[in-house]
């Protein structure tokens, strides 16, 4: 497939002359014009471009500079170059190279050509498959397919099976983290009105879109009503007051945040309260300003309060999971009603690493202990949403690309281990 080239500003001719130069689709934007042409390209993953080299006389030479995603430069009889943001490469003129993103990985890179006289491109033969086929294995290990999987749920509406969760990340590093992610790949962001920062999560939805280079429809990103809004009414100014902070024009999924009030978990019944509030999110829903509904940290019982007398079923439960803490029961409710399960804090807020069990475990897979726990999640058939303001962090979450053996992931279920340290103040690690 050729490329198809988004043509933000005006080119000095027809985009299709430098298509036929690349593999899959890429995006280019010329920058400047003048002596130092600069432009910026976005390749989708697997896209390269040809073989080709850079001529001039007294200038030529190329500097690339990875400005978001993963991607690979290789010189010709040289080792492949792995390309993180911020990584800086000078390509001498005359050095045959390409470069492109990895197979499961968006990239983009700005591109400097030196002045000189007589500056011109030779492209050569296209770069094959066989090539990412001989690259480094801990490099393979370390691509991240996971971002590009999704499960569909039963409206027809897809969800990535890999989230951003951002529980504890104060609103005014929200919009870093969560651009940051998009930059990396990551399509599903999730918050919550309790955790103060939807503002922050928005505008750094908005952030990246711009960054990156994707469509507002690419993205996935939720959010929770207050645990306390048990009222119609109240739970309609809720809703209209998640979309007013997060300023993306709708949202994709929004869950009733518990069955009861936080500071009466597991406590009294709200049931009537819960239908309320489920109908002020049936009528957003058939508005379309929410594109999918459902709840989190219900029980069976909750949960057949609102497919009895709701008018649509609840499409997600995100609830607590983690190895250690696997709710068989109530992940076997949910399959059988089709509600798909999201896990939070799939690393048990990080109580998790001091396990040596599960240490031991990780390393026969040579992989670290939060991998293990992400990869176990999604073994489970659920959504695993880790929750990090860290982009080094973001980038290891996402390189799952390993399967655990029947045997440790029985090991895994059968883990108790619900401590969480000074956690367990929280209510949803409470153990009620």
């Not at 850079?54 to 190329?62: K, V």
């Not at 340290?421 to 409470?430: E, K, L, N, R, T």
């Amino acid at each position: 497939m050729t490329a198809q080239f988004d043509q933000i500003f005006p080119l000095g001719e027809p985009n299709d002359v430098y298509a036929q130069y690349f593999i899959g689709q890429s995006y280019l934007a010329p920058l400047t014009g003048g002596d130092v042409p600069v432009s910026n390209v976005t390749f989708e993953p697997g896209c390269r471009n040809n073989w080709h080299i850079h001529h001039g006389t007294g200038g030529g030479d190329q500097v690339l500079m990875c400005t978001a995603g993963s991607g690979w430069y290789q010189a010709e009889g040289e080792e492949p170059v792995s390309m993180e943001p911020g990584t800086v490469i000078r390509v001498p003129e005359g050095t045959k190279h390409w470069h492109g993103a990895k197979a499961h990985a968006w990239f983009s890179h700005v591109a400097f050509i030196t002045p000189g006289e007589n500056l011109s491109n030779e492209w050569l033969e296209p770069v094959t498959d066989a090539v990412y086929d001989e690259l480094p294995p801990d490099e393979r290990r370390r691509c991240m397919s996971i971002l590009n999987e999704n499960y569909t749920l039963t409206n027809g509406v897809e969800i990535p099976k890999l989230g951003l969760g951002t529980w504890f990340i104060d609103d005014a590093a929200a919009a870093d983290a969560v651009r940051a992610a998009i930059e990396l790949g990551y399509r599903n962001i999730d918050t919550a009105q309790a955790y103060g920062n939807e503002r922050g999560v928005g505008e750094g939805v908005r952030e990246g879109v711009r960054s990156a280079g994707v469509a507002r429809e690419q993205l996935f990103v939720s959010t929770k009503l207050a645990a306390e809004i048990k009222d119609h009414d109240e739970a309609v100014a809720a809703i209209d007051e998640s979309l007013a902070k997060l300023d993306i024009g709708y949202i994709d999924l929004m869950l009733i945040h518990a069955p009861q009030p936080w500071d009466d978990f597991r406590g009294g019944d709200y049931s009537e309260g819960n239908l309320a509030a489920w109908r002020a999110l049936e009528e957003a829903h058939r508005a379309g300003r929410i594109r999918a509904i459902g709840v989190s940290n219900f029980l069976p019982g909750d949960l057949d309060n609102i497919l009895e007398h709701g008018t649509v079923a609840p499409h997600v439960n995100q609830i607590l999971v983690h190895a250690g803490n696997t709710p068989s029961a109530l992940l076997e409710y949910c399959a059988a009603k089709d509600i798909l399960v999201e896990a939070y804090s799939p690393i048990a807020h990080g109580e998790i690493l001091k396990n040596a069990h599960v240490a031991a475990i990780a390393e026969k897979y040579g992989v670290s202990v939060p991998q293990l726990c992400i990869r176990y999640t999604l073994q489970l058939g659920t959504v695993s949403l880790p929750k990090t303001a860290n982009p080094d962090h973001m980038r290891s979450n996402a390189q799952v690309d390993f399967t655990i053996s029947d045997e440790d992931v029985r090991a895994l279920r059968e883990l108790d281990e619900s401590d969480y340290g000074d956690a367990s103040a929280f209510p949803v690690y409470s153990g009620k």
